[in-house]
């Protein structure tokens, strides 16, 4: 659904804005079943503030006293060290296999190195 200047909820116009998030990224927490809010699965609304704030783009409707934030694509910390994990493990998986496909032929090797060592007329 595309964000528009018109309130869904009375047609309206929205007011352009944003929330400013100083301190914290902004995030949308759902609420379990006490009503409580849970922090472990986060809707990331604003990039994690570094030197100043950032902000998360935001309509409002005054006459339905309604904000809306859409969510952006926003890349996190663990989304970045996940890629990061991946990518590096990955390689190191690739190095692996090559070291035993090596050690594989070395041992073959050996096999027929001790074949012409062995002499040929003792049983
Ligand atoms: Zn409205």
């Known amino acids: 659904m595309e964000i528009t200047a018109k309130c869904p909820y009375c047609g309206g116009e929205m007011r352009d804005g944003a929330l400013p998030a100083y301190k914290y990224p902004l995030a949308w ?26 902000y998360a783009s935001a309509r409002y409707c005054e006459s339905c006293r309604v904000v809306i934030v859409p969510v952006p694509e926003i890349e996190t910390f663990t989304d970045r060290a996940g890629k990061w994990l991946d990518k590096t493990l990955g390689s ?13 032929e070395e041992q073959a090797e050996r096999k027929r190195e001790e074949r012409r060592k062995k002499d040929p007329w003792e049983v």
């Open 92 to 104: 190191l998986g690739e190095k692996i296999d090559r070291a035993s496909e090596c050690r594989e």
């Open 29 to 54: 927490c759902p609420r379990n079943e006490q009503g409580g809010i849970v922090e472990g699965e986060p809707v990331r609304l604003s990039k994690t503030p570094v030197l100043g704030g950032v």
